[in-house]
């Protein structure tokens, strides 16, 4: 059995990515920072166990290539279009700042512009792996600064495509030539491609996927989307262009036809595989003897990944009007390297942007970030003092626009309903409230929902309700009641206490996503916790039991041990009612409706006088008269001519009823 070097190091690579990613998940520590950890141990300035490196880079790059190729299956053209005004704004202003500013800085240290432009793009991008992993944990990926935060990584996630068009060409310009120029000549003969290709695209890629959808293979479709994929990276390699954009137009070529979600679902796993390579190669090129060697460097690029660029992303979300605490969050979400920062680090020493001396540092301190990341999202909530220090900024900015509506409205607001979160429960809420003639306030985050309720005439303000001055200028201590809708469990639980350290007689109604939260916050003040595990969860029961066809009297009782097992609930159980043909043994049953003619011998007769049920053995169901339905049908009552009658039974019943009726 012959040898195979990378057959052991990839053995070795997977057990002991294993191995850490489990030891660091019980500190509460992502996969990504086991696997960065494994690629340190692992590579040459660790304990050097793996010697194929040119080989686990040629994997990591194929993981490269399918990660851009599924971000592009995320992102079709209507999509795009859909979703361009709200990560536009936020995303650019964090790029263009984070850009700017290092270029900036690197321009006066001395670097040439092509170099400095170049750092610029590195320090521009954040890890979308380990954030959208952290916000989706703690449950905030639709909080306020979770909605920035993912916004912003999507417009980076676009703006890799033309950072990879640009860097090549910086490296023939970082002497000082004329770079705007070649960065224009690249993003215009970039534009050029991008429309041939999606032409392309839509004529030709949803014929072939129709053709090998037609086979009814799995296997088969799969090699096609992978063809797809690696053969557009190809294609625009040979045009001068990089791997990665052809993957990432790939993945929008097949996002715009009708198999976008099943190419995804045949992907991921095999993304999932080569991406945790990237990462481990990734980890590989930290180097402890860099770090000893040059600490001073390394720790200013590591306090400006996550000090300077988190004030970065933090000044975008405050221009952006978003209040103090949001603003903060942000930053801290947003203050570390990404994994596309490696791959424009390693294009550019390719390209001769940079050598491998410049390029160590940068990747030490970049992976010093990622590692420090989960453990400052997890930490910033508590943390008061920054949202502190950025009040100032906020009234500067006017990021809580309550403040100026409340000088429009005089000092008569009392009992009223203060409802802070205005997305579908807020809407259903405040609707219910109108109409029954309760006023009330609305304190909401999204700019754009804001600025629409406002359109409409709704009393919906942009404000920050974990701030006392927020909620006084709701008139929390004249109010009847608080109901909070809002989907940020931290923000929630800090509303509750501002609340209850404001004004403590006003009763707080909330809900919580799971049961075990529930008295946590009843503890600190909240009077009625609804927990949507529970309510969900019950309202599932009730239609699988109707679906099994138990009785509603069966349904009452299962109904009522789960509640008395998880909370009460003063709303009356209401059930989805089956129709008779749902009714597995009543599906033989057949219906008939008879016209009683003026003519019958049943006119001014009951169906207990004509002995309807024996003689016939069909049953009357219901009547209807003056094109209404009899509500109170007594099987006493006479029938009038012009009354259709509705009977249930089997055929001949239903014949023989029908010869004495009509």
Known sequence: MPHIPLLDEVALIAALGVAVTLVLSRLRLPAVAGLLLTGALLGPAGLGLVKSLEAIEVLAEVGVVLLLFTI???????????????????????????????????????????????????????????????????????????????????????????????????????????VWLSVGIALGKAAAVVVV????????????????????????????????????????????????????????????????????????????????????????????????????????LTVGFVFGKG??????????????????????GLAQFGEFGFVLARLGQSSGVIDAQGVAPILSAGIVSMFLTPLLVRMAPNVRAGERLLLPLERLLGARSIDEEDAEHPETLSEHVVVVGYGLAGQTITRALKTCGQRYVVLELNAETVRAA??????????DATSPEALEHAHLAQAKVVLLVLNDPPAAQRIVDVVKRVAPHVPVMMRARYLKEADALKAQGAQDVVAEEVEGGLELLVRVLRVLQQPRNVIDARVKEAREATHTSERKPTYPRPTLG??????????????????????????????????????????????GLLQAYSPAAPFLAGDVVFLAGDGESLRRASATLG
Not at 311 to 332: E, K
Request: proline share 3%; glycine share 12%; charged share 15%.
């Open 454 to 463: 406002r359109g409409r005439g709704e009393p919906v303000f942009y404000g």
């Open 197 to 300: 290709a999606i032409a392309l695209a839509r004529v030709l890629v949803p014929k072939l996927l129709a053709w090998v959808d037609a086979s009814r293979s799995r296997e088969v479709f799969l090699l096609a989307v992978l063809a797809l994929c690696m053969g557009t990276a190809w294609a625009t390699g040979l045009a001068g262009l990089s791997l990665a954009l052809g993957a990432f137009l790939g993945g929008m070529a097949i996002a715009d036809t009708e198999y976008g979600h099943r190419a995804m679902s045949e992907v991921m796993p095999l993304r999932d595989a080569f991406v945790s390579v990237f990462f481990v190669s990734l980890g590989m090129f930290f180097d402890l003897d860099v770090v000893l060697a040059q600490p001073v460097l390394v720790v200013v």
């Open 582 to 627: 749902e009714v597995s043994v009543l599906a033989g049953l057949k219906v008939e409706s008879v016209r009683v003619e003026a003519t019958s011998g049943a006119v001014g007769k009951s169906a207990v006088e004509l002995d309807l049920r024996r003689r016939t053995g069909a049953l009357v169901v219901a009547v209807a008269r003056d094109g």
């Open 311 to 332: 004030f970065l992303a933090t000044a975008a979300a405050m221009v952006m009007r978003f209040p103090s605490r949001v603003a903060w969050l942000a930053g801290v």
């Open 72 to 178: 592009g299956l995320e992102f079709s053209l209507a999509r795009l279009t859909a979703i361009f005004k709200q990560v536009a704004a936020g995303g650019l202003l964090q790029v263009g700042l984070t850009i700017g500013a290092v270029t900036g800085l690197s321009v006066a240290w001395g670097w040439p512009p092509g170099r400095a432009l170049f750092l610029g793009f590195v320090f521009a991008l954040s890890s979308t792996a380990i954030v959208l992993r952290a916000l989706t944990e703690r449950r905030e990926l639709d909080a306020p600064h979770g909605r920035f935060i993912v916004g912003t990584l999507i417009f980076q996630d676009l703006c890799v495509v033309p950072m990879v068009l640009v860097v090549p060409l910086l490296g023939a310009t970082a002497g000082g030539g004329n």
